[in-house]
């Protein structure tokens, strides 16, 4: 089946570096990528939409500048949070949608926790 | 605005037991309304889903049935496995512009 590959699955960074996360579907294209943001016993918050070749669209609250999203290719979105800091410590991850294909083929990556010291 | 609210857990369960995790949604227009689990060292998959009132998703014995009037889609199984461990998300897409949200997760954990 498809699959969508995250990495890394775990990261830890000195606060004030950026950190790229990287979510590739293998076997599909994915014109649609969301990235979402987890705290313990706490939602997944959906943070941003990408579309291939077009700038994310962020949801409220979300700071574009502080978490910059790339979808430059129809297999290949990154994150990457900038000028990192403990506040921003969480479990992110991401989602696929392929062409032509509704929710239901909808594809997870295993998520990439940050730890920001 | 659109959430989701889903049972807190952790639930523990024997083998056999029947299982409910509830959840409600709070949304405007006619959302489809998902159930996703999560194993152990795994990503996200779908498990059921309904897209329109009255719908009843299912699979692998489990059972969801979308009910508008008390804006629910709670989750069922008559007899749980071990197999079946894992965490489990309540999830909506508003079909507006590729908007998704999750419930909290219950983590489930069945003992022989």
């Known amino acids: 089946g498809a699959v969508v590959s995250q990495h890394p699955s775990w990261v830890i960074c000195k606060s004030g570096t950026s950190v790229k996360i990287e979510c590739r579907s293998l076997d599909f294209q994915a014109t649609t990528m969301f990235w979402y943001r987890q705290f313990p016993k706490q939602s997944l918050m959906l943070m941003a939409t990408?579309?291939?070749?077009?700038?994310?669209?962020?949801e409220q609250g979300v700071e574009k500048d502080k978490f910059l999203i790339n979808h430059a290719s129809l297999t290949l979105s990154t994150l990457t949070v900038t000028s990192a800091h403990p506040e921003d410590s969480s479990f992110y991850i991401c989602s696929a949608r392929g062409v032509g294909q509704g929710t239901e083929k909808l594809f997870f990556g295993s998520g990439t926790q940050l730890s920001v010291l | 605005g659109n959430s989701v609210t889903q049972m807190e857990g952790p639930v523990t369960l024997s083998e056999e037991a029947f299982l409910t995790i509830n959840c409600t949604y709070t949304?405007?227009?006619?959302?489809?309304l998902f159930w996703y689990v999560q194993y152990p060292g795994e990503g996200l998959q779908l498990l059921l889903k309904?897209?329109?009132?009255?719908d009843k998703g299912s699979n692998k014995g489990f059972e969801a049935t979308y009910r508008k009037e008390t804006t629910s889609f709670h989750l069922e199984k008559g007899s749980v496995q071990v197999s079946d461990s894992a965490v489990y998300f309540c999830?909506?897409?508003?079909?507006?512009?590729?908007?998704?949200?999750f419930g909290t997760g219950t983590s489930l954990t069945v003992i022989p």
């Open positions: 949304a405007t227009g006619y959302p489809s």
């Open positions: 309904a897209t329109k009132a009255d």
């Open positions: 999830a909506l897409d508003t079909n507006t512009g590729n908007q998704f949200y």
């Open positions: 990408s579309n291939e070749g077009s700038k994310a669209t962020y």
